[in-house]
T-cell receptor
Framework: ETGVTQSPTHLIKTRGQQVTLRCSSQ?????VSWYQQALGQGPQFIFQ???????GRGNFPPRFSGLQFPNYSSELNVNALELDDSALYLC????????????FGPGTRLTVT | AQSVTQLGSHVSVSEGALVLLRCNYS??????LFWYVQYPNQGLQLLLK??????LVKGINGFEAEFKKSETSFHLTKPSAHMSDAAEYFC????????????FGTGTSLTVIP
């Protein structure tokens, strides 16, 4: 059974640029959630995708967007990067829409300069 | 407002001593409760969870937690700390009216002193 994988591991971008982060969910899972973890903080929920549809969104602006593909892998896109977007971005997969434990990937460390 | 609070951002214990990490939530309806551990430069690993049923739940690596509705708490314990337990620990909650959104506490960094 393959776990959750994310790419790239690290990324450095300049303010104003756009970035795409990728996540492959664990085998058998159809739900992907994305989180932003700033240094020294707990993860903050960005949004969740269930069977290719957005299924809940946290308090993040529209420049944070996502996709889920038929194989349940997912992308997180961030436009017009700001310095405060520097963080560890975590992807988690699960089965079903709610109440089940989520399995996390190792994360992508994004640095915005 | 619904919230998750972890008391103590840093906890130090001696090797072999009891580990107690505190988590309280604010909600009128019992939520689903989870504890995750994060090692440096890694993602989060599930330690244990409570959804329904027995209020004392056992997890991996000798950890356990007890859901106490009257105290709105879900504290994490381990009878005897090991050096490998040093990590960041997060309490996470799914509130019943959000369906799918995890709310995380701010984390507790556990140091184990040899």
């Amino acid at each position: 059974e393959t776990g959750v994988t994310q790419s790239p591991t690290h990324l450095i971008k300049t303010r104003g640029q756009q970035v795409t982060l990728r996540c492959s969910s664990q085998s058998g899972h159809n739900t992907v959630s994305w989180y932003q973890q700033a240094l020294g903080q707990g993860p903050q929920f960005i949004f969740q995708y269930y069977r290719e549809e957005e299924n809940g969104r946290g308090n993040f602006p529209p420049r944070f967007s996502g996709l889920q593909f038929p194989n349940y892998s997912s992308e997180l896109n961030v436009n017009a990067l700001e310095l405060d977007d520097s963080a560890l971005y975590l992807c988690a997969s699960s089965y079903g829409q709610g109440g089940s434990e989520q399995y996390f990937g190792p994360g992508t460390r994004l640095t915005v300069t | 407002a619904q919230s998750v609070t972890q008391l103590g951002s840093h906890v130090s214990v001696s090797e072999g001593a009891l580990v107690l990490l505190r988590c309280n939530y604010s909600s009128s309806v019992p939520p689903y409760l989870f504890w995750y551990v994060q090692y440096p430069n890694q993602g989060l690993q599930l330690l244990l969870k409570y959804t329904t049923g027995a209020t004392l739940v056992k997890g991996i690596n000798g950890f356990e937690a007890e859901f106490k509705k009257s105290e709105t708490s879900f504290h994490l314990t381990k009878p005897s700390a090991h050096m490998s337990d040093a990590a960041e620990y997060f309490c996470a909650v799914i509130f019943s009216n959000t369906g799918n959104q995890f709310y995380f506490g701010t984390g507790t960094s556990l140091t184990v002193i040899p």
